[in-house]
């Protein structure tokens, strides 16, 4: 489970701890890519595993599109530029539900086990499902790749530079709002790719985005903004403290568990664990 | 300068009476009750967003968990009424008085962190009370409490055949919240915050206490916050963790105070003029099919006021005036 809250506080990672923008729409992010495989296992009968580099691809694009929509001209806002984040994707957020709600009903879905659904494996004598095993395999490829791209290519340097002064970036040649726009596609093709995995156990309804996106937020302010790490390893922990918590208390209180966490860190560590910021 | 923002003061507190005195006659001419009810949401949002506006647009510390001092007022109010009889008015100040305690309480380790790490900490605050009180089976768990009718009355603040009442207790409270943050403006602790949003180093190099000059925001901002909680559990006869202490309460508070102009003195009142009337009524012309079009409409309303409008609807006014003055 641990995995899988990272896979998709990953995509927030990039967008909200490396970008430095406020996406409060990422809850709907998954939900639309949670719907996306959705349908292409009801009408085409595609895995939603074999499916998945689709449904990120076609949230890369997504993502991008949005970008260079909206959220371009949100951090163009000289004042109160954060409270205009919040509230322009907070806005994108409801519409994003209301037209889930309009074209696809607001109808709990779910996939049947699919190929690899309902089996288990066992590793050294731990018994886990399947599709949790491949969303934590993907998880870490996902994880790895993106640090290595941020910390190894030439793009993920143009990326940081362009959060700390993206006018000195303009003056070496980089346009921003390409750097961005790719930026933001990425991290929704990360989602894409949470939310295929996720579509295989979770119930998909409209409104289904808003109970992971605020444990992604807080799966990536425990890491500590600016830091691929530091999500990744805030993911473990906020799955690990799930389990502790859920054994303690009665199930529907197992949230306050990561919740108190969080906060108990950032009262030690202000900047989270890992944070550069 | 002095005499300018000497003059302006005048002027707000003129304007604002005048304001005060046209609300206050509108149900002599409004006697529709589903128009009354709108009227008595936007003035209750009205107050809510002022009071939010206090810690969050004067003193710059974004809270997006104020849902959690709502849902204290009115949980404090209708606890102490239900199970132990105490009349609301009491609950109403009692409600008010935990929620500052809180605030401040909360205050201590909270006001160290900075930026998104504090933003998430109130979310997280809040969400942990939501918790709480589903899961609180005294508190009647995620059921809620259904208050008891006794019959309409100022002394136990019930009125089921009349929304009147509830309507001028709104106006009440809106006047209140906006007075208060009138008055702040003016004192060493308006400047204070405004110090401390801008530059707290600063701030702190020349003397002021930006510690507590954050707390005092938070104490005060919280209580308002709780009795509008009060009157709204009174308000709506019952109440449950979800609808006084959901997420979404903390951003419908902050709203019109973002749309209006965050940390100004009118910006409140102008947004929530505006958005809750907007809110309503798309959702009962549009929403009825259930399908969602309402949340379109609405949240394309949302995207496109804080596009076009980054300082809020007040910077509008302002923008028109100094037009009018170079002129």
């Known amino acids: 489970m641990g995995l899988l809250y990272g896979l998709i506080a990953v995509g927030l990672a990039l967008i909200f701890g490396l970008m430095d923008v406020t996406n409060f729409a990422h809850g709907e992010f998954l939900m639309i890519a949670m719907y996306a495989s959705f349908f292409l296992f009801s009408y085409f009968a595609i895995d939603p595993l074999l499916s998945a580099p689709l449904v990120a691809a076609a949230l890369f694009v997504f993502g991008a599109i949005v970008y260079l929509l909206i959220v371009r001209f949100a951090m163009r806002a000289k004042a109160n530029a954060g409270m205009v984040q919040i509230f322009t994707t907070f806005g994108l957020a409801i519409v994003m539900r209301g037209l889930a709600q309009l074209f696809f009903t607001p109808d709990y879905r779910s996939i049947p086990p699919s190929l690899i659904g309902g089996k288990t494996v066992s590793i050294a004598g731990i018994f886990l499902p399947e599709p949790q095993l491949v969303g934590a395999l993907v998880s870490i490829a996902a994880f790895a790749g993106l640090y290595l791209f941020i910390h190894r290519t030439d793009f993920g340097r143009a990326l940081e530079a362009t959060r700390e002064d993206p006018g000195a970036v303009a003056l070496v040649g980089i346009d921003k709002n390409r750097v961005f726009a790719f930026g933001w596609g990425l991290g929704a093709a990360l989602v894409g790719l949470a939310g295929a995995i996720m579509a295989v156990f979770f119930y998909i309804y409209p409104d289904v985005g808003a109970s992971f996106a605020l444990i992604a937020y807080v799966t990536v302010a425990l890491g500590g903004f600016g830091s691929v790490f530091g999500a990744f390893a805030g993911g473990i922990i906020v799955g690990l403290v799930e389990a502790v918590t859920a054994l303690m208390l009665p199930p529907s209180l197992k949230s306050v568990g990561i919740y108190a966490v969080y906060l108990l860190v950032v009262f030690i560590r202000p900047r989270g664990l890992f944070g550069s910021m | ?327």
């Open chain 2, 1 to 327: 300068m002095d005499k300018n923002f000497a003059a302006r003061r005048r002027r707000d507190l003129i304007i604002a009476a005048v304001l005060t005195a046209i609300a206050a006659s509108a149900p002599l001419f409004v006697k529709n009750v589903y128009i009354q009810n709108i009227l008595v949401l936007t003035l209750m949002y009205a107050a809510l967003s002022q009071s939010w506006n206090i810690l969050s647009g004067y003193c710059g510390q974004i809270s997006l968990g104020h849902a959690l001092y709502f849902g204290i007022g009115a949980y404090t109010t209708e606890l102490l009424f239900t199970k132990f009889g105490v009349l609301p008015w009491f609950g109403m100040l009692a409600g008010g008085g935990i929620a500052a305690a809180i605030a401040m309480g909360l205050g201590y380790p909270f006001f160290r962190l900075r930026g998104h790490y504090f933003v998430i900490a109130t979310i997280v605050i809040a969400e942990i009370g939501l918790l709480l009180f589903q899961n609180w089976e005294w508190a009647g768990a995620a059921l809620g409490i259904t208050i008891q009718v006794r019959g309409d009355s100022w002394l136990k603040f019930q009125f089921m055949r009349s929304k009147l009442p509830y309507f001028y207790f709104a106006l009440a409270l809106c006047c209140i919240a906006w007075f208060v943050t009138w008055w702040l403006e003016d004192s060493k602790w308006g400047f204070w915050w405004r110090a401390v949003k801008d530059n707290p180093e600063a701030a702190e190099s020349l003397g002021v206490v930006v510690f507590n000059s954050k707390m005092g925001a938070a104490a005060v901002s919280a209580f308002l916050v709780a009795v509008g909680g009060a009157f709204y559990a009174q308000f709506l006869a019952y109440i449950d963790p979800e609808s006084v202490m959901g997420f979404q309460f903390s951003l419908l508070m902050a709203l019109p105070a973002v749309l209006g102009g965050i940390g100004t003195l009118w910006g409140p009142v102008l947004g929530a003029a505006i958005l809750i009337p907007m809110t309503e009524l798309t959702r009962s012309y549009i929403g009825g099919s259930g399908r969602g079009v309402d949340l379109i409409v609405y949240g394309t309303l949302i995207v496109l006021i804080s596009l076009a409008l980054p300082q809020g609807l007040v910077s509008l006014l302002s923008r028109a005036k100094s037009k009018g003055a170079t002129r």
